[in-house]
C-alpha cells in the first residue's frame, strides 16, 4: 500500500490526482476508485494498478 497526498480532486468530472510520498509522482484516480470522500491536501493512502494508460490508485482511503 502506498501514501500520498492529494493534489487535485475534480468532483464534477470524477477524477484527480495523488502525489505519491515515495516517487513524488503525480498518480490518477477515478472517483470508483474512493473508499472515502477526498478533498485537496488530504493524506490517503492507496493501492496501485496497472490500466491502458500507466498506473492509476485504487482503495483511496484519507489516513
Known amino acids: 500500500m502506498s501514501t500520498g497526498t492529494v493534489k487535485f480532486y475534480l468532483e464534477k468530472k470524477g477524477y484527480g490526482f495523488i502525489v505519491e510520498d515515495e516517487t513524488q509522482q503525480d498518480i490518477f484516480f477515478h472517483v470508483s476508485g474512493l473508499v472515502d470522500k477526498v478533498n ?4 490517503v493512502s492507496f493501492d496501485l494498478v496497472d490500466d491502458n494508460r500507466g498506473k492509476k490508485a485504487v482503495n483511496v482511503k484519507k489516513i
Do not use: A, F
Open 40 to 43: 485537496d491536501e488530504d493524506k
